[in-house]
């Protein structure tokens, strides 16, 4: 599973197809501009790898809906396991949300892409996390 965003997610993601480290992909939060097709040109991801192996997210806007898009696409395909590709920064967060909605169901790798975050925008995550942390008591699934 790859949660888009900052660069490098989405080419980890095809690398591990290819490598047969993970055989499907989800990719969540894909703006629903972009075309399987433009997908693939971008990505250089050829048509039997798209046909076979990438699901393309349309839902998620946020990291939430990340998580709730990727545990619908589990549940369907009854994965047992997946690898989870995001930023180092993001990972923590992302993690909490996806743990939430699997449960001990699915065991997750965590695939962290490392980055060079800025301090503003570490800043900006932590008080994400922080406050993910103390609303989720009160938050249902």
């Known amino acids: ?4 965003g900052a ?5 980890r993601g095809i690398a591990l197809l290819r490598a047969n480290v993970s055989p499907l992909m989800l990719v969540s939060g894909v703006s629903e501009e972009v075309k399987p097709a433009e997908f693939a040109a971008e990505y250089g991801a050829d048509t039997r790898l798209m046909e076979c192996c990438i699901t393309l997210g349309f839902a ?3 990291t939430r809906g990340n998580a709730r898009e990727t545990a619908e696409w589990v549940a369907e395909r009854r994965v047992k396991s997946i690898r989870f590709v ?4 993001h990972m923590r967060r992302a993690m909490l949300e996806l743990r939430r909605l699997t449960g001990d169901k699915v065991r997750i790798y965590p695939d962290a892409i490392r980055t060079s ?5 570490l800043l900006i995550e932590y008080n994400k996390t922080v406050w993910r942390l103390l609303t989720l008591p009160v938050d249902r699934p």
């Open 117 to 121: 975050p800025d301090m503003k925008g």
């Open 86 to 89: 995001t930023s180092d920064w």
């Open 1 to 4: 599973m790859v949660a888009t």
């Open 60 to 62: 998620a806007m946020d």
């Open 7 to 11: 660069g490098g997610r989405i080419q």
